[in-house]
């Protein structure tokens, strides 16, 4: 059963920055494209960024390119998402996503989310 814990979220001002962690158990992780996605309140759930299972390519929203940076520790079972440059719109839960197949960016796992908001 795969799992997904996020980390690392909290309270900021605007132009500060934070970095998540998803920690992920219960399959062999390496083998499995992994993702961000965040909700702010009244609002769908979007898109922010995927890594693929190498690493080697990466994905991100329009809205976050050039301030976030997603990357992954095979070694240690985890992705990572730094935030910079944060704006009160980048306020939201953030959630870890995991692919349910190999070369796919189907995201079938998720996190419980955890909470970023960002003060003007």
């Known amino acids: 059963q795969v799992q997904l814990v996020e980390a690392g979220g909290g309270l900021v001002q605007a132009g500060g920055s934070l970095r998540l962690s998803c920690a992920a158990s219960?399959?062999?992780?390496?083998?499995?494209?992994m993702g961000w996605f965040r909700q702010a309140p009244g609002k769908e759930r979007d898109f922010v960024a995927a890594?693929?299972?190498?690493?080697?390519?990466?994905w991100y929203a329009d809205s976050v390119k050039g301030r976030f940076t997603i990357s992954r520790d095979n070694a240690k079972n985890a992705v990572y998402l730094q935030m910079n440059s944060l704006k009160p719109e980048d306020t939201a839960v953030y959630y870890c996503?995991?692919?349910?197949?190999?070369?796919?960016?189907?995201?079938?796992?998720w996190g419980q989310g955890t909470q970023v908001t960002v003060s003007s």
């Open positions: 996503a995991a692919a349910g197949t190999r070369l796919t960016y189907e995201f079938d796992y």
């Open positions: 890594i693929s299972w190498s690493g080697l390519n990466t």
């Open positions: 219960g399959r062999t992780f390496s083998d499995y494209a």
